[in-house]
């Protein structure tokens, strides 16, 4: 073939820094022509592999070359002195890359040969060699996972590699020197087994399970010392060490059974931990479920019912006398506090009521203020409460913490525990409860420890329960039904009653003060997307934009929407609407601020505050986001503690998720003038009050709904949607029951099975 200036001489080089990468080029070939020939290099296009291994020097060789494909050319093999595959030259280059300590592009190379071009001459020897490289620089930089995982690989590929087993050894050494400076001895028995398996007899293997062995013996000692002396709690923690060290250990599986049926323990999964678990909080979804394991109210609401709730009396029975007008509370004897100290008497009742009509007592309530008239206590256990009017829903206001009075325990805060356990321990981590020696009703079989363990995101939790290191999750986002749902051995159910989810507005600051602006807010966020981007799309029964403060229920059936107008639609997403509406509110904030010799130079930023928790963390963002488009600058914040009972007065919108189950009484709860949103109109006013003096089912309906229509026009909260709530268990976890109201509402029947590591 003669030289010509057609011919492409090719200087191949290593790329500059921002050039394409090689293997994205189009592949070619590379054959040199000997000297005769002035040693030209031709790229061209690839050749049909494999080659001749010894082909006749006269034959010859056809070449379509990269510049002119058209055209044919033909080669004599004696005038080739060397011919380069395009695989060749990525190889090359990958090595070159590897040995300049370019990792990344390095692994684009060989992951690109080994799709395209396995056979590659000493391309398994070159991975090898550029996974070991690897491992040794992730190895002096301590980042010894990543190390150990390049090794796995190595080790995969070639088993048999000279000192691998040592090396592997070193590096999963340094990872058992800090998994057990954490204590977590489950990671170090996993490393040493996947060590043993790869090299049986291994030396750090040996020398590790023989310590793993020496500490679990110790701790079965320990732990049957622990159990033998009556300390269960003690060698139940024991045994789950054991669990995690090594759980094969003979005799530790007996041992952990048997202090599981005296001594039993559940973990649940929450989503926010209960900072403050008082009951009777309408917003706070920690403090509505975790309540019921400290507190037994002297009344207890378990259902919505034909008129309003039912209600029962945990310490006692509550009847009406005189038309309504008496209350009588039989109170059961032996109810104690934790303490131990005092029983409860018809004396600490009495003494609570007349709390709740205290205006300076931390228990006041204006409605059973209004209703109080006086108190009497017969023969320690009789009370008898009278009312200045009959109310529909007397049961309902009786929803309080029981004190004991006049006793060192009287001042404790948070109150003493008067339910079926107590608080053991709090930290980041986790909430231990126990159960309450001096409790009135304990149930043979509850457990005996219940630990609360938060998680930020719900795929964390949802992991925890697929791999039983919790037993409960409490609340499952509804993107995440599917995920759990697909689980056969998970079972999945729904809270009886749903939640109200709404904007507060903080009623005393300049601008969400002004009912058009209000109305600016509610026109500016586009529920429907936003509920819909919470579903994932997906119809859930009860989940639906609400137009109101108070819950619709699933259906028309459903007995807790009895407060809400159906007839009332829910105001529709209009963008341009909202933007008016909010201009001409600045504009009057900014004429009266003139007024006073002030200038409004620009729109105020509110803060959007919200108490945690995955939802409310997903939905503010998309909040903020729509609220923006229309003028109106926000400032999230989350709030430390517990869901504050009113508007922080530092705040201008509070994400809330309401649990309104009794409107009747909630209403003044969460609209009045000293409600959540810390004031209200005279026409809500009006409403409320007129609400409270309604003396039958026929008059509550329809003031509810005038309540209602207020709300709606006056925006007293910026409605968003209702939620029905979900939780899931393990399908051996006994006791939970069908759609409870808080998921610790049976919790003395819960009855958690025996889990243990299988094939060990």
Known sequence: ?????????????????????????????????????????????????????????????????????????????????????????????????????????????????????????????SVQNYLFQEARVLYRE??????????????????????????????????VDEYMAKGNFAAVRTLIHNLADAYPGQAVAVKWSEQLERRAAALFGEARAAAAAGQLGKAGQLCRKIKAIRPELPGARELAEKIHRSHPRVVVGVSVAAADPRPGRLNGWAALRSSRLLYRPLMEFTGPGTEGGTYTCPVGQLQFEELGRRLVLQIAPDVTWSSGRETLTGYHVARRLMAMADPADGAYRVLWAELFSGIGVDGVYRVEADLRRPFVRSDALLQTVLIPYGT???????????????VDSR??????????????????????ELVERPFDKGAMAIRALLRDEIQVLDRISPWGLKIVRAEKDIVVDRYAVPLVHCLIPNMC???????????????????????????????????????????????LDDRIGYAYDRDIKPRGYEPRLAIALAGISVNQLAATMKKRGEELKETPRLVLAHSGGE?????????????????????????????????????????????????????????GSQGMAAGCSSYMSLALRRLEE??????????????HLVAHRDVAVVPLWQLTDYFAYRESFKGIGTRPITLYQNVQQWRPAFQYPEGE
């Open 694 to 707: 309604a003396t039958d089912w026929q008059e509550v309906h329809s003031h509810l709904r005038r309540v």
């Open 615 to 671: 939802i409310a963390r997903s939905v503010c963002p998309s909040i903020k986001r729509q609220l923006e488009l229309i003028g109106v600058p926000i400032e999230l914040k989350e709030l430390p503690g517990p869901a504050p009972r009113q508007i922080p007065d530092d705040v201008d919108l509070l994400y809330a998720e309401l649990a309104v189950w009794e409107p009747v009484v909630d209403a003044r709860r969460l609209l």
């Open 142 to 175: 301590r980042q010894y996972d990543g190390a150990l995982a390049v090794l796995r690989e190595l080790h995969r590929r070639n088993s048999a590699r000279p000192g691998l087993d040592k090396v592997m050894g070193a590096t999963t050494e340094m990872l």
């Open 427 to 448: 930290s980041a981590k986790e909430v231990i409860y126990r159960a309450n020696a001096q409790y009135f009703v304990v149930a043979a079989g509850q457990p005996k």
């Open 408 to 422: 060192a325990d009287a001042g404790a805060s948070p109150p003493l525990s008067n339910g079926p356990y107590v």
């Open 1 to 125: 073939m003669p030289a010509s200036g057609t011919l492409l001489i090719l200087m191949l080089c290593t790329s500059a820094a921002g050039e394409q990468p090689f293997f994205e080029m189009e592949p070619f070939d590379q054959v040199t022509l000997d000297e005769h020939n002035d040693n030209l290099v031709l790229k061209v296009q690839p050749l049909e592999r494999p080659l001749p291994e010894r082909p006749r020097p006269t034959a010859t060789l056809t070449l379509r070359l990269v510049d002119h494909p058209d055209k044919l050319y033909q080669a004599q093999w004696h005038t080739i002195k060397q011919i380069e595959f395009f695989e060749d030259f990525l190889l090359r280059k990958a090595n070159e890359l590897a040995a300049a300590g370019e990792a990344d592009q390095a692994y684009d190379y060989f992951k690109f040969l080994e799709e395209k071009y396995p056979q590659t001459g000493k391309l398994a020897e």
């Open 509 to 555: 600051k300049p601008l969400t003060a002004k009912r058009a602006f209000r109305r600016a807010l509610v026109y500016g966020i586009h529920r429907e997307a936003i509920l819909g981007q919470i579903t994932g799309g997906e119809e859930l029964p009860g989940c639906r934009v609400v137009s109101g403060p108070f819950p619709p229920g699933e259906d």
